[in-house]
């Protein structure tokens, strides 16, 4: 069974971090692009970051040089450690995997399976001012 399981989420002030961890199993996890999205309520669905399975890395422009993305492959596992924290940063974050696919983006809601072929149950971070 194909599986991905986010943790880490919580609610933190602003400024403060998180990281957010997301483990796979049931399918070759070091052969596949591994991407953060994260919907707020009214919004649509956006990428966050993504590592591909390659090592190559994206970020959103608002994250840029706040959020760092890492991957364990020994561990099936992908982190994105989240700095300096704003209320804008508040949302479900969302793990997804697929071998050959990691849109950008945006999409109507998440999970997005037209995207990507797995993803997890989401996570929740809220940011309080």
């Known amino acids: 069974e194909v599986q991905l399981v986010e943790s880490g989420g919580g609610s933190v002030q602003a400024g403060g971090p998180l990281r957010l961890s997301c483990t796979a199993s049931?399918?070759?996890?070091?052969?596949?692009?591994v991407a953060w999205y994260r919907q707020a309520p009214g919004n649509a669905c956006e990428r966050v970051s993504r590592i591909s399975r390659f090592g190559d890395i994206y970020y959103h422009d608002a994250v840029k040089g706040r959020f760092t993305i890492s991957r364990d492959n020994a561990k099936n596992t992908v982190y994105l450690q989240m700095n300096s924290l704003k209320p804008e940063d508040t949302a479900v974050y969302y793990c997804a995997a697929d071998k050959l696919r990691s849109p950008t983006g945006p999409f109507s809601s998440c999970p997005y399976y037209s995207a990507m072929n797995y993803w997890g149950k989401g996570t929740q971070v809220t940011i309080s001012s």
């Open positions: 049931g399918f070759t996890f070091d052969d596949s692009n």
